[in-house]
C-alpha cells in the first residue's frame, strides 16, 4: 500500500473549486479590516476574529515598523536559547497585570501555547477532561501529553461532574475549556465549572484566544464572572484582538515557570519576531485607552443578533459577537456562503466534520470598526438572500 494513495483519493475539494463552490483559501488582494477585496469585488467582512479592529490602528502599525527597524524582522532562534527580547519579558508583564495572574509566558502562536501548555502539565497518571467543543489546539495539546483524555457533552454540568466523579483522587486533573467558543459563540458557565473542579479536586484553564479583549472589559471569561484568582491557567492568542500572531498562558508564578522549562513548543521552536510582540503591547495599550472599543464590538453583537433572530434566523446560543447562522445541511450552506459571497458579505461556512452533522452553519462575527452603513448593508444582503434561499419567510 502506498502511504500515498489517500492523497490521490480526496476529490471532494477539487470538485468544489471545479464547481466554483470551494470557499476555503480565498486569496484576498485587500483586507483593510471591516471591508476586504477580492479580485476587484468589495466585501464587507463578517469572517474575521479582528473584533477590535486593530489591525489597521496607527498606533499599532507604527509599533511593528518601529520594531522591525531597531530589531530586524526575526529573533532566529528559541526563547529558551538566543530569541528572547526585553520587549518579550514586556509583554509577559503587561499581559499578566491585564488578565490578573501573577505571570505569562509568550509563544510563537496560540496553537503552540495550547500544545505547549497542557503537553508539559499533563504527564503519566494525570487526567485531562476537555468539552467537546473545544478547540482543536487543546485535543491536540491533550493528545501530545502522556496522560489519560476524556470528554463531556458541551456546557453539560451533569456530565462533567460524571467524568470528574469517575477520576480516582490519586490521579492528577486538569479541566480545559474554550471561554467563549469560536463557533457557537457561547460562554462557558466558569463558576458551575469550578464548583466541580474544586469538589473533585480539579485545576481549571481557559483558553481566551476569542473572550480575550471581548469579554470582563477586556480580561476574558473569568473576569467576566468575577472569578480571574479561582481559574488556574488563562490563555490567549495575538492573532485575534491583539493584531498580531502568538499567544501566552497566564498563572502563577511557579506554574509559568515549570511551563517554560518543560514546554516542547515553546523550546523547539522559534520565538516571535519583534514586529509581532511591539503589535501585541501597542494593542494593549490601545485597549487600555479606547475601551470604549470593547463596549462597541459587544453592542454591534448585541444589535446584530436580535436583528437576525427578528428576520428568522437560527443563531443558537450566542452571546457574544461571534452569531452563527444554523442551517443544518452541507450543500444548503455552502449555497447561502455563495449567494452572500457574491451581494459582497463574507462569512464563514462551517461544514461537517468541524461541527456534527445536521448542525453546518455559517459563522458570522463583528469588528468594534463596523459602521452603521455597512452592518445595514449586511443585514440587508442576509434579509434577500434567506427569503430567495428559503431559510426565513
Known sequence: MDIFEKCSQFTAAKEAQAAGIYPYFIPLTGNEGSEADYRGHRLIM????????????PKVRQAAEDAIRKYGTSCTGSRFLNGTLEMHEQLEHELAKWVGKEAALVFSTGMQTNLGTISAIVGRGDVVILDKDDHASIVDGARLSWGETKRFRHNDMTDLERVLSGIPDSKGKLVVVDGLYSMGGDIAPLPEI?????????????DDAH?????????????????????????STFSKSFASLGGFIAGSADVIHYIKHFARALIFSASIP???????????????????????????????????????????????????ILIGDTMRTIFVWK?????????????????????????????ATHTEEQLERVLDVFGRVGREMGLIA
Not at 469550578?194 to 481557559?206: H, P, S
Not at 472589559?217 to 479561582?230: D, N, Q, S
Open 339 to 367: 449567494a452572500l459571497f457574491e451581494a459582497g458579505v463574507f462569512v464563514n461556512p462551517v461544514l461537517s466534520p468541524a461541527v456534527p452533522a445536521g448542525q453546518e452553519l455559517l459563522r458570522t462575527s463583528y469588528m
Open 274 to 324: 519583534p514586529a509581532n510582540a511591539a503589535a501585541a503591547l501597542a494593542a494593549l495599550e490601545v485597549m487600555r485607552d479606547e475601551p470604549e472599543r470593547i463596549a462597541r464590538v459587544n453592542q454591534i453583537g448585541e444589535r446584530m443578533r436580535q436583528a437576525y433572530q427578528a428576520m428568522g434566523f437560527n443563531t443558537g446560543n450566542s452571546q457574544s459577537p461571534i452569531i452563527p
Open 194 to 206: 469550578l464548583a466541580l473542579c474544586k469538589k473533585y479536586g480539579a485545576r481549571l484553564m481557559v
Open 46 to 57: 463578517c469572517g474575521s476574529n479582528n473584533y477590535l479592529g486593530l489591525t489597521t490602528h
Open 211 to 235: 473572550a480575550m479583549c471581548v469579554l470582563g472589559g477586556g480580561r476574558g471569561t473569568a473576569a467576566h464572572f468575577g472569578v480571574t484568582e479561582e481559574v488556574d491557567l488563562i490563555m
